[in-house]
């Protein structure tokens, strides 16, 4: 091994490893900020005592991980940050590549397995596929079990990577199902759900991809000021979120994801995040599903704000099959068992020219009890004092 591996260690000890690499101010070591600091130092050690003549031809590479696997008590969420920074060329500029990952298996010891086994993967990849970042990404998960591992965050940089969209690449991770949605910052850049969500007071509007005007920025405003006022967020706290939903890219010639034009999404996602806004980019196609999503990161509260078109769906027993009891039950299970709330913007019916809202919405009498039950408890509620030319543009 003498000839391809210069050094390993484990720095098990947090004072040994903040002699080493230095204290983490946030004080949490599972982190993209401490897996940097190691690659960015065993890498510096490389090219400062791997020199001379002896060395000259050789490319270099550090890899690191950071990850905590299942506890004892199995009460904890195993997760981890897992990185290398690599040469393709002797005496070439560094390249890097790191992901974040959820290990799912419900035993310590498989999850130790998938971390040996996507490490490999990754130190492969990194010299023989960076050339195709997408197959890249695809053999990160070789010889792994189907549902032992989420990557939900993927970065690139580097000349290896020139002209690489990140938004893009991470956008591929819900196409191969490697996770079911990726998170831009208002600069574009991809981050971690729980490292900017948590215990934060959220608001997210929902959008369809397919949809020609822009989001409603009035009706989102509105709700904003509407879910401060009623949850007593304050603006420090305060994310706003616009969601572009995957799924609702599909035309009636497209038979899964693989078919979307990725490409475009991710400039609709770069254009939203040119707002000043947090942006999802996801394939929930149920509210539920992205309640449930957002519960992973712990925040204080929700609001979405949401077509009361999309209610009046579920609502209608006629659009399911006979277990409709059972899934509507399931549907405000998951929405509403963490802190969140709905706020619904009319619609206007076209064929009667009514403002539709959560008191005239249409409902069948099998769902209306727990509909008024949702309403009178406040977990669904209207967005006031809009004005008529918003609901035109809805």
């Known amino acids: 091994a003498s000839g391809t591996v210069a050094k390993t260690m484990s720095a098990y000890d947090m004072t040994f490893s903040d002699a080493i690499y230095g204290a983490e101010e946030s004080g949490r070591y599972v982190s993209q900020s401490r897996l940097e600091k190691m690659l960015g130092h065993e890498y510096a050690l490389l090219n400062e005592r791997l020199s001379g003549e002896k060395y000259e031809g050789r490319s270099f590479f550090a890899f690191a991980d950071t990850v905590t696997t299942l506890n004892y008590n199995k009460s904890n969420d195993p997760h981890g940050w897992i990185g290398i920074k690599f040469q393709t060329e002797p005496k070439g500029e560094a390249n890097e590549i790191f992901f974040h990952i959820r290990l799912l298996d419900t035993d310590a010891n498989l999850q130790n397995n998938v971390l040996g086994i996507i490490g490999v993967n990754l130190v492969y990849a990194a010299f023989y596929y960076h050339n195709d970042p997408k197959t890249m990404i695809e053999s990160l998960a070789d010889n792994l079990t189907v549902g032992s591992v989420e990557i939900d965050l993927v970065s690139v940089s580097g000349p290896a990577f020139e002209g690489c969209n990140n938004i893009l690449l991470n956008l591929y991770l819900i196409v191969k199902d490697f996770s079911s949605a990726a998170i831009f910052d208002r600069d574009g850049k991809q981050r971690q759900a729980k490292d900017l969500l948590y215990k934060k007071d959220i608001m997210i509007l929902r959008t369809k991809f397919g949809q020609k005007s822009n989001p409603n920025f009035s009706m989102l405003n509105k709700a904003v000021d509407q879910f401060k006022r009623t949850e007593h967020v304050e603006d420090g706290n305060l994310s706003v979120l616009i969601e572009v939903l995957l799924s609702n890219v599909l035309t009636a010639d497209e038979e899964d994801l693989e078919s979307v034009d990725l490409e475009a999404v991710a400039q609709r996602a770069e254009e939203l995040c040119n707002t000043g806004n947090l942006v999802i980019v996801s394939n929930f196609a149920r509210h539920n599903r992205l309640a449930k999503y957002l519960e992973r990161s712990k925040p204080k509260s929700v609001g979405i704000s949401t077509n009361i078109n999309n ?46 809202t959560t008191k005239n919405m249409p409902v069948t009498p099998d769902a209306r009890p727990l509909f008024d039950f949702l309403l009178f408890n406040g977990y669904i509620t209207d967005i006031e004092n809009y004005e008529e030319e918003d609901v035109k543009t809805v």
């Open 311 to 356: 209610l009046k769906f579920v609502f209608n027993s006629t659009n399911f099959g006979d277990n409709y009891s059972n899934q509507l039950l399931s549907y405000v299970s998951d929405t509403f068992s963490k802190n969140v709330k709905l706020f619904a913007y009319p619609f206007l019916d076209k064929k009667t020219g009514m403002v539709i």
